[in-house]
T-cell receptor, first 114, second 115 residues
Framework: AQSVAQPEDQVNVAEGNPLTVKCTYS??????LFWYVQYPNRGLQFLLK??????LVKGSYGFEAEFNKSQTSFHLKKPSALVSDSALYFC????????????FGTGTSLTVIP | DAMVIQNPRYQVTQFGKPVTLSCSQTLNHNVMYWYQQKSSQAPKLLFHYYDKDFNNEADTPDNFQSRRPNTSFCFLDIRSPGLGDAAMYLC??????????????FGPGTRLTVL
């Protein structure tokens, strides 16, 4: 079965510190992985994706994510957190085996403390 | 700018009164999705269209229907809204599995309140 796990409902980090939001996945076929961010009462905004190639993917707003095939993980990272990064973050996976369907994690609420 | 537009942004309806939510896109994407999202939970896929091909999720209630009259527009019809249908409804588009999978582009959502 296809699934995405975000083990932390809430992550708190001090402004200026590095942040990590965790994601693990299970999917048949080669995984294609995505991170989205959602601000209150807004739709999801695309941050970055892993399709193939380098395991370290860079995206919008200084975010990056590392694909680890052996650990089936795709953790989101940022070297220095901003208060404006506070939002809800979703990891998603798809593959050729899932057709056009994306599977989302339950989301992680990130709070950056000034 | 190319984008995904949802109308209205906020919709209030009465229990049992049919309601239609609309989504339009200027991205010319093949695939359009409807998701239901409740209070900071993961978006739940209701159905999607690949061009005119309709794909319904097995657990989507019959109360929810969809129409896609052309590439640009897609509608979500809730025939008899119940209190449990109060949620944010998100429309998304993608180019589909052409070459490699492409990210979904989301609209701002319609927040549905059922009185």
């Amino acid at each position: 079965a296809q699934s995405v796990a975000q083990p932390e409902d809430q992550v708190n980090v001090a402004e200026g510190n590095p942040l990590t939001v965790k994601c693990t996945y299970s999917v048949s076929g080669n995984p294609y992985l995505f991170w989205y961010v959602q601000y209150p009462n807004r739709g999801l905004q695309f941050l970055l994706k892993y399709i193939t190639g380098d395991n370290l993917v860079k995206g919008s707003y200084g975010f990056e994510a590392e694909f680890n095939k052996s650990q089936t993980s795709f953790h989101l990272k940022k070297p220095s957190a901003l208060v404006s990064d506070s939002a809800l973050y979703f990891c998603a996976v798809t593959s050729w085996d899932t057709g056009n369907q994306f599977y989302f994690g339950t989301g992680t609420s990130l709070t950056v403390i000034p | 700018d190319a984008m995904v537009i949802q109308n209205p942004r906020y919709q209030v309806t009465q229990f049992g009164k049919p309601v239609t939510l609309s989504c339009s896109q200027t991205l010319n994407h093949n695939v359009m999705y409807w998701y239901q999202q409740k209070s900071s939970q993961a978006p739940k896929l209701l159905f999607h269209y690949y061009d005119k091909d309709f794909n319904n999720e097995a657990d989507t209630p019959d109360n929810f229907q969809s129409r896609r009259p052309n590439t640009s527009f897609c509608f979500l019809d809730i025939r008899s809204p119940g209190l449990g249908d109060a949620a944010m409804y998100l429309c998304a588009t993608s180019r589909g599995l052409i070459g490699t999978p492409n990210e979904q582009f989301f609209g701002p959502g319609t927040r549905l309140t059922v009185l």
